[in-house]
Each structure stands twice: as C-alpha cells, then as structure tokens.
C-alpha cells in the first residue's frame, strides 16, 4: 500500500471507526508501529511478573499467596495473548522477544525498580495495575482488531489486580502504626514512577501524534496521565493515604488536578538502561529463556510429530 490514493483509503477506514483485520491492506509503516508497540506491552507483561513474583513465597498468608499466584499468572497470560496478537502482522515471536532479551527493544520502566516490602506488591496492584487500565481502556478501542480485542480482556483481569491491591493497601493503611509506615512508604517510593508509564510529556513524544491519527492510540500520554492523576486523588483520600507531590491542587478552570515536575531525568535514565534493576530484569530473563531452550525444543518436536501423525490419519 503506497499510493495516495490507498493511503487516503486506509485513513478513511479508521476515521470511519472500522478495525483493521490482519489481512487487510496497510501501509508498511502503521504494521511496523503496530509491532513495536504491540511487542513492548508483551514483553513488559512477562518482565513485570519478576518484581510480584519475589514476593509469593513471602505473602503473609496461603489466601494472600493464592491471590499473588493467581495474578502473576494472569500477567503471563497478557504476554502470551499479546505476542499471539503480534504475530498476526507477520512478526516472528522469537524475533521479538531476542530483540528484547539481545538487542534494543523497550520494556515499561516501571518494572525496573526494586519491591522492598509487602506493601509494594499492594501499590503494585492499586496504582501501577490501575495506570496500566486507564491506558490499556484506551487501547481496548484501539483501531487494530487483534490489539483491541486482546486489551478488553486484559483490562478485565487487570480490574481484578487493582481492586485486590487497593482492599490490600487499605487495610494496611488502617492497621498497626507500622503497616501505616509501610504503605505510605511504598506509595512515597511508586508514585512518580507511575506518572512515567504514561510515557514522555506530549512535546517529547515523537510516536503520538502518528498512533492517533490511525487510532492506535485515541488518547495522548498526557491526557492519560491526568485522568489517571484525577482518580487516584479521590482514593488515596478514601483510605487516609498521602499523595507525596506538594504540588498537588485543584484547578477550578480546567476541573483536573495539577501536579508537581515529573522526574523525567529518572525516567530517560530507567528507559536507557540505568535505573535501579534494569540489569538484574535482563539478567532474570535471559536466565529464564536460555533455560528454558529445551522446552521450547521439545514443545516444537511434539506439534511436528502431531503433525505428522495427523496428515497420515487423514
Ligand atoms: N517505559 C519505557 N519506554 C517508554 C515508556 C515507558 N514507560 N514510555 C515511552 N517509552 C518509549 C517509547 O517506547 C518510545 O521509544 P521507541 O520509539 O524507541 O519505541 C519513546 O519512549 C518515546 O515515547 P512515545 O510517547 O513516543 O511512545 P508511544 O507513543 O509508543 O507511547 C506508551 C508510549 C504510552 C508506553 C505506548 O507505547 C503504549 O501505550 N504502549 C502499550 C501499553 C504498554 O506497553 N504498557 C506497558 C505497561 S504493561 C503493564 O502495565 C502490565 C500490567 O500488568 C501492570
């Protein structure tokens, strides 16, 4: 698809609200953005099962480790629907992930920071699940059929993981002097770099305005970033828990709630490579895929028998 004509066409059909299938004719370069977008949520939902994952054994009880379980599986779930979804425009999976694991492709930053304590797996679930829905609620309308579908169902579980995380902090926030400490801490430490998974400010974001036009994405990160702001407000408020931004007021004009300079050094730093455990996540995943080579191998030996035993029956 190059001529203007097909182009013009194509942006007709997102402007008229269509999906596009993964047959249909694109232009080469929404498929390319597609894949790196697509990619980079799959490998962050497989990166982000490491920091919950350290805290299974160590859950405070059998029904907080069922639930823990039960989540972190779930996020190996939206990996693999989202490489499935990736492979539907032509990519090979094990490209996608070797580029992750050996070259340059990104993962969310905020799966680089270290969960210190118990509490940290309750702000996961409240605040960094809750940002992952009000983007992947966007992206649930997203103009690509297989992504859009693939984020409505992620968005369901992902409720759970934040209602789960949110009852949590709550009764940590109302308990001993010391769970008190402990929660606010964990929020103190996972507030900003929450603000940075919405991405870049919009003047520094050089994929937005491309992925709206074709409804990638229908939302900008900022706008993401305020709606996010405007309903953690109210429930930080509803269980006595401090949001750690002096800067935090009520604007009367725009009905939203302003907020203080976002550490962008930090987060350019994380999204290089520099922050506190990028290194430690590669490490854990290269680990992970390299031993599990013959699982892979023997998996990929059985579909060719099957196969094979299957073409001779018929
Ligand atoms: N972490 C790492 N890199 C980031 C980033 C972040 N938080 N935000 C932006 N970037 C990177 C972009 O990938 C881009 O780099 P590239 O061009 O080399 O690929 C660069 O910074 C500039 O950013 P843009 O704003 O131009 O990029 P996008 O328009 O693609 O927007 C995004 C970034 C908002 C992350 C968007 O890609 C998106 O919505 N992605 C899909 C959702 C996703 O990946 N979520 C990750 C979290 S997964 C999760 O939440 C799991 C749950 O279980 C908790």
């Known amino acids: 698809m190059n001529t203007e004509q097909e182009l013009k066409q194509f942006q007709e059909r997102i402007d008229n609200g269509e999906k596009i299938e993964p047959k249909d004719a694109m232009p080469e370069r929404y498929r390319k953005q597609l894949i790196r977008m697509m990619s980079q949520h799959a490998h962050s939902e497989i990166v982000g099962m490491l920091p919950e994952g350290n805290w299974i054994t160590r859950a405070p009880s059998l029904k907080r480790k069922m639930v823990l379980l039960a989540k972190v599986q779930d996020e190996a779930g939206h990996g693999l629907y989202l490489y499935s979804a990736t492979e539907t425009l032509g990519a090979r999976r094990q490209d996608l992930v070797e580029d992750y694991l050996y070259g340059s492709a990104k993962y969310s930053s905020i799966f680089n920071y ?3 304590t118990y509490a940290d797996i309750c702000v996961i679930g409240w605040l960094v699940d809750g940002a992952a829905i009000v983007n992947q609620t966007m992206l649930a309308k997203s103009s690509y059929g297989p992504y859009a579908r693939a984020n409505l169902r992620i ?3 992902e409720s759970f993981h934040k209602k789960q995380g949110y009852e949590m902090l709550a009764k940590m926030a109302s308990g001993t002097p010391e769970q008190q400490k402990m ?3 964990a929020v103190n430490r996972w507030w900003w770099p929450t603000l940075m998974m919405f991405g870049p400010h919009d003047s520094d974001s050089p994929n937005s305005a491309e992925l709206i036009r074709w409804g990638v994405k229908t939302k900008t990160n900022d706008e993401l970033r305020v709606h996010f702001v405007d309903r953690m407000v109210m429930e930080a408020e509803a269980i006595g828990i401090t949001l750690p931004d002096p800067d ?8 939203h709630w302003d907020f203080g300079l976002i550490p962008w050094d930090e987060f350019w730093s994380v999204v290089k490579g520099d922050g506190p455990m990028n290194r430690e996540r ?5 680990h992970a895929y390299e031993e599990g080579a013959w699982v892979r191998e023997a998996a990929t030996e ?3 028998k099957q196969r094979l035993r299957a073409e001779k029956a018929s």
């Open 183 to 185: 929660a606010q801490d």
């Open 248 to 255: 935090l007021r009520y604007n009367e004009e725009t009905g």
């Open 155 to 157: 968005c369901k579980e």
């Open 302 to 304: 059985y579909a060719r």
């Open 282 to 286: 590669i490490r854990a995943r290269r």
């Open 114 to 116: 270290p969960t210190l």
